[in-house]
């Protein structure tokens, strides 16, 4: 085994990784996976605490799911998607059609989270310069929203660490305050005691720019890259109003929200509102194979119909586009939500993970707890009262991620942000194990902070 690791570290490069890390804390070698667990070549094992990136839903190795894609797999493993169709993809079409709500009849399939977002963008540009808008050429974010590594979704993110240093190549995007309660940008002591001067911002940013303006895209009630910001429904409300007010679009990327992770199929189901563009991926396909689907509204649709001539078309497109096996395996993940017992599952656990993580506030160092369905997150600060952060060079996610390890869980952090981003199929012992020693990994690490103790290395 230490023969692969090092020909890992001599031929790969891994995402997100600075590769000097590595020597003090090797990738893991990971040989099979079932249902929560993770098994590792050296007899340890992991719960998947992060659900693989956000994206595995059922828990791993489900053998409806992986015969599914074998059956797929024997009978059409894939085909162009121009020109050419297949059932797979007409069916999962139909279903997420139907899934999304009344007025998104139409299914753009590719083949990541960024591409779904980059579609959207795409065909929101177009769609404003073919109506002859043609002032209409930005894009309105969060400035802590996440929507992507390519150059047009890195354009919409906020995510300054991850995005500085390619900031020369992006294209000028708007940037609205994220409604970030506990830090609220206009000082305010959090949701209930304010008068949503988040929605105020940016309703004065579309009063002033619409003109210029495509789309506000955001992620709809949980920013996760951004630090697992939970924001309340009003805002994204308000944003819908606001958007219909002033003739932009309004892009949903529910890339890390869909697919049931927060007690919804989607996200924008805990309102009553309707995007004009939603972007899917990562648990489309329960987190198995990499895919990607941007839905719009007909009337959208309707913009780009029309004869060849008149260069209508949506010149865009990914090789990999409706993969037959992919979308095999997302139809058959959408089965196992039908009767609606997963769903109702999930809000059950949830309601006692947010309960069992809000029993952690009282802890030191812990100076926020939020979260969304099975998604609950830990802000760790250094001093609760003035809710100043740890520096940078301190990365105190880092030592609760080593205390993790050592319990069988995955506390990847993001920043100075713990988090549990469980898979549906979480059982409640394993929940209560999961939480129980996240709690512990925590106590470790306040009580080596309190005795003056700096990061071990
Ligand atoms: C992960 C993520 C993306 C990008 O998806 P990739 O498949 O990694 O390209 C886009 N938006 C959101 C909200 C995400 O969490």
């Known amino acids: 085994m230490k023969e692969k690791i090092d020909d890992d570290l001599k031929y790969l490069w891994h995402p997100y990784t600075q590769m000097k890390d590595c020597r003090a804390d ?40 992986i015969n599914a894609m074998a059956g797929q797999a024997a009978q059409l493993d894939h085909v162009l998607f121009a020109g050419f169709t297949h059932p797979a993809a007409i069916e999962l079409g139909r279903r997420l059609v139907e899934l999304a709500g009344r007025s998104l009849g139409k299914v753009f399939f590719s083949d990541n989270g960024s591409t779904a977002v980059e579609t959207a963008l795409k065909m929101s540009f177009q769609y404003w310069q073919s109506a002859g808008k043609h002032e209409k050429r930005r894009f309105l974010g969060l400035d802590l929203g996440y929507h992507g590594d390519t150059v047009g979704a890195m354009s919409l993110s906020g995510v300054d660490l991850f995005n500085e240093r390619f900031r020369p190549l992006m ?28 929605a105020e911002a940016l309703g ?80 489309i396909t329960a987190g198995i194979l990499p895919f990607g689907a941007t839905l719009t509204r007909d009337d959208i649709y309707d913009a780009f119909y029309g ?24 139809l058959e993940s959408l089965k196992l939500f039908e009767d609606g017992v997963l769903l109702e599952g999930v809000r059950r656990k ?14 030191p160092f812990i100076g926020d707890v ?21 520096s940078f060079e301190e990365r105190p996610g880092l030592e609760i991620y080593r205390e993790g390890l050592r319990r069988h869980l995955i506390l990847r952090p993001l920043g100075n942000i713990v988090y549990l981003y469980l898979p549906l199929s979480v059982r409640q012992p394993e929940l209560e194990y999961i939480i129980r020693n996240t709690r512990e990994a925590i106590e470790t690490f306040s009580r080596r902070r309190k005795a003056g103790k700096a990061a071990v290395t």
């Open 350 to 363: 949830a309601a006692y993970l947010r309960d069992s993580l809000e029993d952690l506030r009282q802890m």
């Open 171 to 198: 294209f000028p995007t708007l940037k609205a305050p994220t409604p970030y309660c506990y830090r609220c940008p206009f000082g305010k002591k959090g949701y209930g005691r304010c008068s949503l001067e988040c």
């Open 370 to 390: 939020r979260g969304i369905g099975l998604v609950g997150a830990l802000e760790l600060v250094r001093n609760k009262d003035t809710k100043e952060p740890f």
């Open 204 to 283: 004065k940013i579309l009063h002033r720019e619409h003109g210029n303006i495509c789309a506000v895209v955001l992620e709809p009630l949980l920013l996760a890259a951004g630090g697992m910001v939970v924001y309340p429904a009003e805002y994204l409300k308000a944003a819908r109003r606001l958007t219909e007010t002033y003739g932009v679009h309004l892009i949903l990327d529910e890339v890390a929200t869909g697919f049931g992770r927060t007690g919804r199929m989607f996200a924008f189901h805990h309102t009553d509102i309707e995007p004009d563009f939603l972007c899917l991926s990562k648990g």
């Open 26 to 65: 090797p990738p893991i070698f990971i040989e099979r996976a079932c249902g929560l667990k993770l098994f590792a070549a050296d007899g340890n094992w992991y719960y998947d605490t992060i659900s693989s990136w956000w994206c595995n839903i059922h828990g791993h190795c489900r053998p409806e799911l």
């Open 307 to 330: 004869d060849y001539s008149e260069k209508k078309t949506f010149f865009h497109g990914h090789t990999y586009t409706a993969n037959p096996i992919a979308s095999k395996v997302a």
